[in-house]
Nanobody
Framework: QVQLVESGGGLVQPGGSLRLSCAVSGTIRSFHAVAWYRQAPGKVRELVASITNSGSTNYADSVKGRFTISRDNAKNTVYLQMNSLKPEDTAVYYC?????WGQGTQVTVSS
């Protein structure tokens, strides 16, 4: 049974940074792609960023140039570095290794 545990969320001012982590109980080498999604209140869950085993990345237009996804296969951990945060980045962020989901971590960007 694969389990994902996100951490690193919190309250940050606009322009600030946060680094989310997703610790995986199993090995992530077997997962071709890992991703971060987010869901704001009243909105559908959306893809934020994804990364394949070969290191190819994909980002939502709204976060390009501000967010960076990375994976450490040795530590079975996926990261999302978020810089220049905006109020519209406020959401619950979820780690995804298909078909597995984490429980989510809240990110609130507010002054």
């Amino acid at each position: 049974q694969v389990q994902l545990v996100e951490s690193g969320g919190g309250l940050v001012q606009p322009g600030g940074s946060l680094r989310l982590s997703c610790a995986v109980s199993g090995t992530i080498r077997s997962f071709h792609a890992v991703a971060w999604y987010r869901q704001a209140p009243g909105k559908v869950r959306e893809l934020v960023a994804s990364i394949t085993n070969s290191g190819s990345t994909n980002y939502a237009d709204s976060v390009k140039g501000r967010f960076t996804i990375s994976r450490d296969n040795a530590k079975n951990t996926v990261y999302l570095q978020m810089n220049s945060l905006k109020p519209e980045d406020t959401a619950v962020y979820y780690c995804n290794l298909p078909p597995h989901w984490g429980q989510g971590t809240q990110v609130t960007v507010s002054s």
